[in-house]
């Protein structure tokens, strides 16, 4: 069956550092998300992404927060200068529609930690 | 106000019982779809079972049943013969926003359920 990849699995960064997050969404997806995920608290979203460009965004995704679909497969989310604050498991799904029936199917996530 | 709501506390069930997690939601949409995630131990989340607002009939996948009660705003997940792997977080979700929408997933804290042996 066919799955959101991500990778690094776990990424450790010194805090001001730039860090990207990687995912391979399902192929024939075309809405793309990020979540995040602090230890022990609920997934709370980022944002969301369609047509290249951002569909809509959490007030979490401050400037610090990019996305780019730089090619055919890949989906990154950017943070440019880390916070303590900024570690959390961070989710990437993919949907082949954007409402009704259609799940949103979510990657393993990477674990940030910012040192 | 919480959009969805989870307020059990840590669930536990004998194995091969059957289990009913509790989620309400809030919306004003007329047009809405409901989820439910498990999250084992290992951080990964499973889709489990979809609800859709105008679907006349409760979700069933498997062993999971969906007990969708629209008036009252509740969407409880019902596990049948539950399994030693169904240990796990459940998390609730909500979709709002009909066709041509691009909706994120609200989330509510999720509910850790044991299954004892």
């Known amino acids: 069956e066919p799955e959101v990849t991500q990778t690094p699995s776990h990424q450790v960064t010194q805090m001001g550092q730039e860090v990207i997050l990687r995912c391979v969404p399902i192929?024939?997806?075309?809405?793309f998300y990020w979540y995040r995920q602090i230890l022990g608290q609920k997934v709370e979203f980022l944002v969301s992404f369609y047509n290249n460009e951002i569909s809509e965004k959490s007030e979490i995704f401050d400037d610090q927060f990019s996305v780019e679909r730089p090619d055919g497969s890949n989906f990154t989310l950017k943070i440019r200068s880390t916070k303590l604050e900024d570690s959390a498991m961070y989710f990437c799904?993919?949907?082949?529609?954007?409402?009704?029936?259609?799940?949103?199917?979510f990657g393993d996530g990477t674990r940030l930690s910012i040192l | 106000a919480q959009k969805i709501t989870q307020t059990q506390p840590g669930m536990f069930v004998q194995e091969k019982e059957a289990v009913t997690l509790d989620c309400t939601y809030d919306t004003s949409d007329q047009s809405y779809g409901l989820f439910w995630y498990k999250q084992p131990s290992s951080g990964e989340m499973i889709f489990l079972i979809y609800q859709g607002s105008y679907d006349e009939q409760n979700a069933t996948e498997g062993r999971y049943s969906l007990n969708f009660q629209k008036a009252r705003k509740s969407a409880n997940l019902v596990i049948s013969a539950s399994q030693l792997g169904d240990s796990a977080m459940y998390f609730c979700?909500?979709?709002?926003?009909?066709?041509?929408?691009?909706?994120?997933?609200?989330f509510g804290k999720g509910i850790t359920l044991s299954v004892r042996p």
């Open positions: 979700a909500m979709r709002e926003g009909g066709a041509g929408a691009n909706s994120k997933l609200t």
């Open positions: 192929s024939n997806h075309l809405y």
């Open positions: 799904a993919s949907s082949g529609q954007g409402w009704g029936n259609q799940p949103q199917h």
